[in-house]
């Protein structure tokens, strides 16, 4: 379900966060507010998009409309962005964009992404693609990267954070996550559980 390599670089990562962030990585508390629910329900509304696209082609223009209008534009940049300026407030801070040890978070995560980058290659293999297609996936993971992290690594993930501690945010985002690809990503694998196994894993890996 999920490889070695994958688990021991999640342990490594584990391990740095704590490493980095000392016994604030372990600390619990119980202090949900309306902006803790405001952020699990602004997670939760790309699964349940994501559910009605598997009604729809992927092919088809409604699909692409849910997609990136509904899932990408409305949920991943409007809801987390309106959510913090208007409704909070505040600035891009509070989406987790900040300048403070920008350089040292982008040498972690790319080490980190080389060795997902290789598993995964591995495991698909490489071979000659359409031009049309490679733009496609391109601009998909691009767009959907923004997203994701927008939504989750910042607006979900650091309201679960003030309001029940940093693994309690971790685990929890990584399982919103993982949900919205039940219309989207998991129909294309033969084994969906074993996919959703798997995207929990690697987001763990992403927030740790």
């Known amino acids: 379900m999920v490889s070695t390599p994958l688990l021991v670089t999640l342990a490594m990562a584990f391990a740095l966060a704590g490493a980095l962030q000392g016994r604030s990585l ?3 508390r119980w202090e949900p507010n309306r902006h803790t629910v405001a952020a699990i329900a602004a997670g939760l509304l790309p699964a ?3 559910a009605f696209c598997l009604l729809l082609s992927q092919d ?11 899932i990408f534009g409305f949920c991943g940049f409007f809801v ?9 407030g505040q ?10 040890h920008w350089a040292r978070s982008l040498l972690i995560s790319a080490a980190f992404a080389v060795g997902a980058v290789y598993d995964t290659l591995r495991a698909t ?3 000659p693609h359409e031009p049309s297609h490679v733009v496609a996936a391109a601009l998909q993971l691009n767009v959907g990267g923004l997203f994701e992290t927008f939504l989750y690594c910042g607006f979900l993930h650091l309201r679960l954070r003030d309001a029940f501690g940093a693994i309690p945010a971790i685990v929890g985002s990584a399982a919103i996550y993982s949900l919205w690809h039940v219309g989207t990503e ?6 969906p559980i074993d996919a959703l196994v798997m995207l929990f894993v690697v987001v763990l890996l992403c927030q740790s």
């Open 26 to 28: 372990f600390e619990l």
């Open 48 to 50: 349940v998009l994501s």
């Open 60 to 70: 088809s223009l409604a699909y692409q409309g849910v997609l990136f209008v509904g």
């Open 80 to 88: 987390p962005w309106a959510y913090v300026l208007f409704r909070e």
């Open 91 to 100: 600035g891009p801070s509070a989406l987790g964009v900040r300048r403070q």
């Open 125 to 127: 293999g490489v071979g």
């Open 186 to 191: 998991l129909p294309m694998h033969a084994h």
